[in-house]
């Protein structure tokens, strides 16, 4: 692939390279603490989570990840407390992998937003829906 700016499609082929060789989309900061760096560095997504007014305190809420694929942005709200549901077009390994070295005890379902079966998991207090749009026909 090749953009008309020289800049861009170099910074596009290191981005190909990166997530070739890691395959995490995602950063991922485990209980143990140990990091796995994905292409999204944590603090890009922690600034990216914070832009939006959710409370470190989510106990007693609900939240639905759509197009989890990693599931960074998911697992941390499940961290403060929130009960997780998730869905993806694909299923994606590393998901659930991370859902098992996380502990965590997300609902994760292989699921497309346009399927009716969407309406059967709600309601939510709060509803994720990171860089799904433009991938929708």
Known sequence: MKAGNEDVTRETQRQVRHLQ??????S????????????????????RLARFPIPPDLTGKSVLDIGAWDGWFGFELERRGATLSAIDVV????????????G?????????????????????DIVLFFGVLYHVK
């Not at 060789?21 to 995602?26: P, Q, T």
């Open 21 to 26: 060789e890691s395959g995490w989309y995602h």
């Open 91 to 102: 299923e994606n390994p590393r998901y659930l992998a991370a859902r098992r070295r996380m």
């Open 104 to 124: 965590s005890k997300a609902d994760y379902r292989v699921l497309d937003i346009c399927d009716p079966k969407v309406l059967e998991l709600g309601p939510f």
């Open 28 to 47: 991922m900061d485990w209980p143990t603490g140990e990091v796995t760096h994905g292409l999204q560095s944590l603090e890009t997504q922690r600034e």
